[in-house]
């Protein structure tokens, strides 16, 4: 008799996809999918990042990767049960390769599988010491060439990058690099982290002083160990700070603080990179296989070019050189641009008593941040969720089960109801002249952050301010010129300014390549970010995963890691197994490299 | 009918309960426990750690103490069901009372209470903030007079034990303080520890370099964070010596290093305490309404007199003040004392190719550290009990609610069981002249530490050198005198040494409130640590409990905190507990006080 219980639907389909992949028989395999299916893979199949669309993609990548991969034991996950409404069948399950162990989520429609998503959780032989395999620590017995814990460490730290060459080479220490390193460190990859500033965290500390984080803390762990129960929703830039420089010392990683990467090259014979750095006043040449650019979207400053800016007396910054307002008080100043940081920095100068202005020169879309934690967030992250058993883990890869290609439509109706519950809120920032948008498809702000990373605001209260014109508003105009006091508008206002702050965003860190590298390289590397979605600030054609990031480049060696701090968690897991692969010489065949169809 | 399942015992037996303590009815409540029972309560009941042992100490209890209680709510604990096994239903209990919630755990034999353990878990009105009601961080809104959260941090450290008093000085700033500082800042109560050394840390960084935590992982977690699962089951003392450091950082406490403690004294009309303390080479007057000393067990070394000492050339020193055995490649290293230290440090000196002979005087109690993981500690702390569902909370209280009268009941089965496992290891050892004990009563190394804080050593390693004659041993012989070049023992031998180490372990810290308070102060509190069992070193009578620990003493205002790293834990949230209700004003009337019966 047929199982009709979830487990025994799931069971029953993962038996026949078994037989059917043992049998190396893509045409079988395919059968037992939707038509419009969707097979994303981390890893663990493509040694890619990497969503097969419909059944001719998914049986391409079977008859490429099949042979290699061999995957087998299909089962539900270890202590899970499947689940079943609204006719979806929903499961976490297991299964292993040749070279590794894997976890994934399936959703079964119609008794088919809809979404599958296949991780790689360890490559077998390389499995961290964690738990039942931690390290002991103390060595029991006695041996009189025994170092210390300390002497190994200090050994290690006096010998990597000059001595030794690490294997990995990670540009730039913030959150997203130091989160890779952890992982690589526990995976044993020896890997050196450069950083411009002194100490971790300083890449937080050195911003506009009034910075929270705008996503909450279950969003916001970083890999092994969660922040306590008393770590605040939105932690405070200088307390992130303190919690980075603290990360990095026990995770033991390998930190070289106020040091400059000048240059790096790459020997396509070698297969290695030559990394120029500059620490103590000294240039030392690094030679690591592996060259990760952690420099976060942040990396370069969009610094705009106006006609008489060298004229301006006053002070003039990109909102990421911006100290904080305590000089203001009193002054008149003009900030131009109106996502995050723009919102954040006028709001804080009004409130140290400067008379501000925004200049916002196109549509920017606003969500209320209890709004966003409410119903955009808190069904995977949120303190409830961490009750209702939905672990950091389990919310990162539900929403990796999510295929790009369909979230829009899981999003849209997600920002209908916020617009709804917040129609007077909007209504009010419109009676004021500020130009809103909800996206291109409606879909808000996650979708405009996997598509351009920019272009919206999490209002913490700055939008009152404006509503009520405590922040002036200009809106629908441009910056012109600068004179000596003031600044021009293109509608020809001029606006006597002490202070003008560009808020104009960020470079691509393919832009960061160009500058370290050669603009040669990060031509053929091609654009960072963006699904393709040909959206605003998002040209296709459609990619079906961010381009370029913690997956291979067209570029060998090259890697490019970050996000925000849900994504840099979750995706070092994955390039920090794709790194481990290729150092220990597991075959590594990359199945449909992306191709490069824009330059930046 | 009868509910004869575990839940339905539990359930009836509360329900009475509930009954009989709401009519404010001692002899009716007495009559639902057994004759040999035990009820243990931490400050719920008693704002005391007291065990009621009998029916009728559990009668007088109360009858002093139901009327302030008025305990109620009695229920088994949400999400937690009763077993039974042998004879015994357990259950985990949750109840109220008038300024608080408790949680405790129920043993029940015949239908009659056993053992009852009762705990404060929060004061009513002084709820941490963590989980759901974790603070928000960001502050949304605007508001012109904010300061940022690192201005309020500079600000609260410039001025606290500056322009503005703690409540609470606790002086040391090892793990024991910290812990329990953590606790102290999560219920809002100003705190500031003093600690002598620069950095928090220092304490484990300045030991003799082998030295590892003797106890695993599982066992040591601080509060709120706990270690992460890459964390080594025995932490090398530097790593530890980090971990204290980020986390006294992140927890923000207001810690003074290199601050030395020089002077208190009480104002018992003010009910205030004066605390000299040199900091920066000033002194600074401390005027907390609480002290606690957490200066550890280990803070007061027993530094010997022996003839002669004067007259040595070699380097002398005790244990504490061991660098380690670099400098002794060699030489001839004379080691007085058999415990932990003594044992880490022949080893240690051994590797390092120094000639070491350990001297010891009294017989030692030897256990395998991997014996004692696997049969002693496994089933509440390790990797597999936390697998079992046994959180670091849950092992904490199933421990405590063990009464102190009957743990050696316990205990002796195991130690009997390694025995057994490792008789050829313990043969050996005496075969080498090692003078063994397992406690008087054969009940191990945990009575052992309860009653009297010393005498074992976990084997790491150093018994096999002392079973071989690797590390020569001259035992049940004393030092007499020493020459410029040699130790003469009491049996007339004399060793020729380049090295004396003094493992002469440690005062009580009844000495260290003498030298810091008065003699006075430190004759009327009385001997700390112990539990009265009139075994070797921990004379009766009875006290039940641990003499002075994490509890009021005779003397307003004066508290001790310490003990190992589970104890630390565990009993910091008491003591935390206690000192917020006396902040707060709730009243804290304490229920059988301890005698004092020994001096030191």
Redesign the interface.
Known sequence: MLDTAPNGKVTTLLALLDEALSANDPDRAVELFQTDCYWRDLVAFTWNIKTMEGKDQVRDMLAARLADTRPSNWRIADGEDATEADGIVESWIQFDTAVARGFGHLRLKDGRIWTLLTTMAELKGFE?????D?????R?????T?K????E?DAEAAELGISRQPYCVIIGGGQGGIGLAARLR?LGVPTLIIEKNERPGDSWRKRY??L??HDP?WYDHLP??PF?????????K??IG??L??YA??MELNYWGSTVCKRASYDEAKQEWTVVVERDCQEITLTPKQLVLATGMSAKPNMPNFEGMDLFKGDQHHSSQHPGPDAYKGKKAVVIGSNNSAHDIC?AL????ADVTMVQRSSTHVVK??SLMELGLSALYS??AVKNGITTAKADLIFASLPYKILHEFQIPVYNAIRERDADFYRRLEAAGFMLDYGDDDSGLFMKYLRRGSGYYID???C??IADGRIKLKSNVGLTRLTEHSVILSDGTELPADLVVYATGYGSMNGFAADLISQDVADKVGKVWGLGSNTTKDPGPWEGEQRNMWKPTQQDGLWFHGGNLHQSRHYSQFLALQLKARMEGVPTLVYGRQAVHHLN
Chains 1, 2 share one sequence.
Do not use: I
């Open positions: 961290e010491p964690l738990g039942f931690r390290p002991m620590g103390a029991h017995g006695v041996d009189p025994r210390t814990w300390k002497e460490r526990q002083k009034s929270c984080l803390v092994y160990l306590p129960p008393n770590w605040p929703v939105f932690a405070p200088d307390k303190d919690w420089e603290m010392k026990v709001a009004w409130e140290a008593g941040s209890d303190e409830q913490v209260g700055a009152d301010l």
